[in-house]
């Protein structure tokens, strides 16, 4: 069921948010952050996405993107798809303590639509909002930066390594490269 929140100008710069289905904790493990950092970078260099921020939370992850090459929901969907295949593999394969207890789920949320498999990892929405003005990117970058403060994961927006805070900040460690916004304000955290 789409709620309105869809792709429509695939060339235009959006604000996304990705889901795991029933909100589930998948990104407190290191490894599965990996596969998402390592996808992401895959779309950069590949399939021509463009990021400007980013920020990956315990379940759901926070883009600013556009793609420069093709159709950007279909470099989102090939991104959810590519990811999910990865993460249920290892979370099949490795000692997770939660493994029956996160397939159980994902098996669920599978049966609840058709054109599903045997597991849904991620929700089919994107969320995704057009960004239409230079106000709106502000506000969605500094949404993006503060997630991790606002969850009480880190005091400081760029002292939480799975965000692009820290490329703004220009710090050490960072992740992925991105296409930073050089706007009339100074400073975007």
Known sequence: MSTGYQIKEQEALHYLTIQIVKWVDVFTRKAYR??????LRFCQEKKGLEIYAYVIMSNHIHLLV???IGRLSDTIREFK??????ILQAVQSNSESRRDWMLNLFEFSA???KRNE???LWTHENHAEQIYSEAFVRQKIAYIH???????????SEDYLYSSARNYAELDSQL???VEMYLPWKTIK
């Open 34 to 39: 990996n596969i998402v950092i390592d996808s």
């Open 118 to 120: 045997q597991y849904q």
């Open 81 to 86: 798809s590519f990811t999910a295949k990865q």
């Open 66 to 68: 556009r793609s420069n």
């Open 176 to 178: 992925i490269d991105i």
């Open 111 to 113: 049966k609840q639509h």
């Open 146 to 156: 503060e997630n991790p403060v606002r969850a009480g994961i880190v005091c400081h």
